[in-house]
């Protein structure tokens, strides 16, 4: 049993699932009775969702919507990175909210050196956005996940590659 098991550690989420939480946030806006006539705009694009409306009362509401119907699609919230309240024209105010994919250099370090850290046979490579490990044993494999688990990060990770 000379054979290497090894899996992925990423940070990804379902666009898709993106999508339709935005959706259903914006029937929310148009049918709430104190976002009704704010004449809020939620605008997706590839890595950002910006949110432009009334006021920064209003703007929270929205974000909490937005974060009410991820929650419920199986989004982490640590996907969002909320940027600043800025104002517009018109005394309405706009906010940018950018989407984490991939894991950051600095992070990729951090976990490594975690895994590292507390099992000795087990490696760590990182190959761009993501992270590789590999152990000849399933079990290591295992409680390396456990570990990674319990550590509190700032990026949502998900394990795929399990071989």
């Known amino acids: 049993m000379a054979s290497n098991y090894s899996f992925d550690i990423v940070s990804d989420?379902?666009?898709q699932e993106l999508?339709?939480?935005l959706d259903q946030t914006r029937?929310?806006?148009?049918s709430r009775y104190d976002l009704k006539n704010t004449d809020t705009e939620l605008i997706?694009?590839?890595d950002t969702i910006t949110v432009k409306t009334?006021?920064?009362f209003t703007l929270a509401s929205v974000t909490d919507v937005l974060q009410s119907k991820a929650i419920k699609r199986n989004l982490s919230l640590k996907i969002f990175d909320y940027g600043k309240v800025?104002?517009?024209?018109?005394?309405r105010v706009t906010q940018t909210i950018k989407l984490r994919k991939g894991i950051e250099q600095e992070i990729a370090k951090k976990i490594s050196k975690i895994i590292r850290d507390s099992f000795s046979k087990v490696q760590a490579s990182i190959q761009g956005d993501s992270l590789r490990v590999s152990a000849k044993s399933k079990d290591e494999l295992q409680e390396v996940i456990q570990l990674v688990k319990s550590q509190?990060?700032?990026?949502?990770?998900?394990?795929?590659?399990?071989?």
């Open 86 to 91: 800025e104002s517009a024209s018109g005394n």
């Open 54 to 56: 009334d006021s920064e």
């Open 19 to 21: 999508i339709n939480a």
């Open 152 to 163: 509190d990060l700032p990026v949502p990770l998900q394990f795929t590659n399990y071989r």
């Open 44 to 46: 997706f694009e590839k």
């Open 13 to 15: 989420f379902e666009e």
């Open 27 to 30: 029937r929310e806006i148009v």
